[in-house]
C-alpha cells in the first residue's frame, strides 16, 4: 500500500512541477480544411452528413509555467484553434508568427479585427515582404490602423525568445512567391527541437538538405500536401510542385528508422488518402516507420 501511494504521489508530483513546453497541432490539413469547398466526392458528403471536419494546418505553442501561448500561421479556423489555446491549455494569446501570404496562413488575422475580436497591439511577426504586403492591402491595413496587430519584423537573429525555456528561429524555403517570402520555423524548448515546414516546392529546390535538417531536430512537421501525383487529374500538378509524400519517403528512405520516426506529414490536401486513417496510404506510411501528426497531439519541448 505505502508503494502505491508513493507512485501516485510520484506522478501527480511530475504531473505537477514538470510543466514543460510543448507544442499542440491544432490543425493539419491544407487551405480549405476537410470537407473541402467544392468537394463532391463521397468521403467530403459523409463527413458533412455527420457535422465532422479537420482544422486548417497551425501549430500553437505553449508554455504551462507561464501560461503563455503562441501560435504558427492564422488559418480560416482561428476561432476554435484559438478557444483551445486560451480556454482549454488555460493560456493566454501573445504572439503570431506567419510563414507566409497564402490564404491558409493569414487569413485568420481579419478575426483579430473590430468586427469580431477588436484585439490590440497582438504581435505578428513575419519577413520584410509580407510585412508590406500587410501593411499595403486591406482588408489587413485596417488591422494596423486600428492597432488590433503591431507588424514586427522577424530579424536576422539566429534565435528570437519566447519565454525563458522556449525560443523560435525562422529560415527560408522556397515556395510560390506571388506576395511574400515563404518560411519555416524551428522551436527549441530545454529538452527537444522541433520544425515546421507546411508549406515548400520540391526538396531539390531548397538550398538545405532534408535529411540533415531531420537530423538536426528532435521532431519534424513536414509538407504532406499530396500523397502521390494522381490525386487531382484535372490539375496540371507541376504548377502546385509539392513534393509528395511517396517522394519525401523514398528520400528519407536511407535514414535510420530513428530519423524518420522524427517525421510527421502536416498540411495534407482533402484529396490526400493519408489525411483519413486507416486507409492504404497510411499503413504504408506507419509500415515505412513515418507518421501522419493528428489534431490534438502533444508534443514536448
Known amino acids: 500500500m505505502i508503494i502505491k501511494i508513493l507512485i501516485i504521489f510520484y506522478f501527480l508530483f511530475n504531473a505537477f512541477f514538470n510543466q514543460y513546453p510543448c507544442i499542440v497541432v491544432l490543425g493539419i490539413a491544407q487551405h480549405g480544411g476537410y470537407p473541402h469547398a467544392g468537394c463532391v466526392e463521397k468521403v467530403c458528403e459523409m463527413l458533412r452528413e455527420i457535422g465532422d471536419n479537420e482544422k486548417v494546418t497551425r501549430l500553437g505553442i505553449i508554455d504551462p509555467k507561464l501560461n503563455r501561448s503562441w501560435i504558427i500561421d492564422a488559418t480560416p479556423d482561428f476561432a476554435e484553434q484559438y478557444h483551445i489555446l486560451t480556454k482549454v491549455h488555460n493560456t493566454q494569446l501573445q504572439d503570431i508568427f506567419l510563414t507566409h501570404d497564402h490564404v491558409g ?36 491595413q485596417q488591422l494596423i490602423d486600428l492597432n488590433s496587430i503591431s507588424i514586427k519584423l522577424l530579424k536576422n537573429a539566429k534565435e528570437h525568445k519566447l519565454s525563458r525555456h522556449l525560443f523560435i528561429e525562422r529560415f527560408l524555403v522556397p515556395h510560390r512567391v506571388e506576395f511574400s517570402e515563404t518560411i519555416g520555423y524551428k522551436v527549441v524548448g530545454p529538452n527537444s527541437s522541433a520544425i515546421f515546414i507546411p508549406d515548400i516546392d520540391k526538396w531539390i529546390k531548397w538550398d538545405q538538405e532534408i535529411k540533415k535538417v531531420i537530423l538536426n531536430s528532435n521532431i519534424s512537421f513536414i509538407n504532406g500536401t499530396f500523397y502521390s501525383n494522381d490525386e487531382i487529374p484535372h490539375r496540371d500538378m507541376s504548377e502546385i510542385p509539392h513534393p509528395f509524400i511517396i517522394e519525401t519517403m523514398e528520400q528519407l528512405s536511407s535514414s535510420n528508422s530513428i ?43
Open 105 to 140: 496562413h493569414s487569413i485568420g488575422l481579419l478575426q483579430l479585427g473590430r468586427e469580431v475580436m477588436n484585439s490590440k497591439e497582438i504581435n505578428v511577426f513575419c519577413m520584410p515582404k509580407m510585412k508590406h504586403f500587410l501593411e499595403d492591402n486591406s482588408p489587413w
Open 259 to 301: 530519423n524518420t520516426n522524427k517525421v510527421h506529414f502536416i498540411h495534407l490536401n482533402h484529396s490526400n488518402p493519408a489525411l483519413r486513417e486507416h486507409t492504404s496510404a497510411t499503413k504504408l506510411i506507419k509500415a515505412k516507420q513515418f507518421n501522419v501528426v493528428r489534431k490534438g497531439q502533444i508534443f514536448d519541448l
